[in-house]
């Protein structure tokens, strides 16, 4: 199993250990991402755009860019991430 399919599916099995309010916060960054596809693709973009400067989109620099323009915990910018790299732009490292 690649080292990306493995933090996908660490990230999912965490949220089981989350409280429900927190659940709740998730669940509505996850709904909006799949009522807009194209927030999807801008975050890939932005994925793809740091992946050609070296970075990975699973930094500490990614998930910050992405917790301040979300305004998101660094926990919930990760689980976002993962779940848009997942169904979205699974190419991106």
Not at 84 to 92: A, E, I, K, M, S
């Amino acid at each position: 199993m690649s080292s990306q399919k493995m933090s996908f599916i660490i990230a999912f099995s965490s949220l089981i250990l989350l409280p429900s309010n927190v659940l709740k916060a998730q669940s509505s960054i996850l709904e909006n991402i799949k009522r807009n596809p194209e927030e999807a693709q801008s975050l890939c973009s932005q994925f793809r755009e740091l992946n050609s400067r070296g970075i990975s989109a699973s930094s500490t620099e990614s998930l910050k860019i992405i917790s301040e323009k979300k305004n998101l915990d660094q926990t919930s910018a990760e689980i976002l991430s993962m779940y848009v790299r997942g169904l979205h732009c699974p190419d991106v490292v």
